[in-house]
């Protein structure tokens, strides 16, 4: 395994550069992962829309304490579907959100993250408080540098 570097968001993620960001970084991660919160949440009409479309694509739902950026305390958890990254499932991440933040309860699921099949973290977030990295390995790192906007080389900076 190479070296692993973190790159912090420095500008909201959203638009354009949302949809650029899924397309750049999708090719590295196998899944994606939304929390549904609790099981007081209920999702709007267009959330539980989201999740529906997401369906055929579910690998796991799960009941977890933590997720990239979130560990919850105490005895609470939260539901965490993850589903196969394909193109299909690429565009239905693309076209329910128009930025990384609006992934929040109960307008949509929580917490967008994509994971490598291993489970460690390629993109996180913590929408609620506009929170968004990247973690790359060095030749993910360089395939971004190649492919990736200005604006989105912009967008993200790598921790000191």
Not at 139 to 145: L, P, Q
Request: hydrophobic content about 40%.
């Amino acid at each position: 395994m190479s070296a692993r570097t973190t790159f912090d968001a420095v500008v909201p993620v959203r638009d354009e550069l949302y949809k650029e960001l899924l397309e750049r970084v999708c090719p590295f991660a196998h899944y994606a992962g939304l929390v549904i919160r609790s099981e007081q949440v209920r999702l709007t009409t267009g959330g539980a829309a989201v999740l529906d479309q997401l369906e055929p694509f579910l690998v796991r739902r799960e009941d977890v304490k933590s997720w990239p950026g979130t560990l919850l305390i105490g005895t609470r958890v939260s539901r965490r579907d993850l589903f196969a990254l394909t193109p299909e499932s690429i565009d239905v991440l693309k076209s329910a959100a128009s930025e990384l933040s609006a992934w929040v309860n109960p307008d949509l699921p929580e917490d967008l993250h994509l994971l490598r099949e291993d489970g460690t973290t390629v993109l996180g977030s913590v929408a609620q408080h506009e929170d968004a990295w990247l973690e790359l390995d060095d030749w993910e790192s360089r395939d971004f540098d190649a492919t990736a906007s200005d604006a989105l080389h912009k967008a993200f900076v790598a921790r000191p």
